[in-house]
């Protein structure tokens, strides 16, 4: 029997994934919680499997509870379940923060494949964050180094903060942004970030502890 933990902060996809184990004869639900955190005091050394949303309850990362999971228990498989494309989380994950990621509404893999092949050992991560559709392109054509600044600005540093980070000028982070606006069709600097964070592509608000 593979003793499994769900975690997922919305009802209805709880349900969904509940349902979708319990038909399942090789699957026992331990527990079905909304709060990664939580999800961390109830997994034990008997535990096998730990579905895994990003974010959860409260904002708590399941990044974070999932790399603690594999910390204390590093047989116990934990697989990511996120709709959120921000490409740091999928960095994250591949580093050490899970055995597997499965995108909700990118996926192209069945998530019992997914569950299957990890169970067996295998790590299961896309190349790359899928692209979502912005105001007049796919944030596909942003380089991945100007999403990087993005985020910085976005998590209040100046241009100048942000320079030094990046080995580039003051001017040359002026540049990214602005070119940033252009790709993506926007009329303003203000636009942009409000539909990276809409789009989910810049996620910032998770909680670690």
Known sequence: MIHVIVVEDDPF????????????????????????????KLCTKDTDLVLMDVQTLHRHSGLA?????????PR?????????????????ARK???????????GQKDILE???????????????????????AFSDVFSPGQIEILRCYIRGMSYAEIGRKFNISKDGVNWHMREMVRRGGFDSKEELIAMA???KLIVTTLKEE
């Open 13 to 40: 996809t709880q349900n969904y994934f509940v349902k979708l184990l319990s038909d399942d004869s090789r699957m026992q639900l331990t527990a079905a919680v909304r709060d990664a955190f939580e999800a961390e």
């Open 65 to 73: 509870a999932g790399k603690r999971i594999k910390e204390k228990y």
């Open 76 to 92: 116990t498989k934990v697989i990511i379940m996120t709709s959120l494309v921000d490409p740091d989380i999928l960095l994250s």
């Open 96 to 106: 050490g923060c899970a055995d597997s990621l499965w995108y909700k509404d990118h």
């Open 114 to 136: 997914i569950i299957e092949k990890t169970l067996a050992g295998e790590h299961i991560f896309p190349d790359e964050a899928p692209p979502v559709e912005l105001e007049g």
């Open 197 to 199: 964070i809409d789009s």
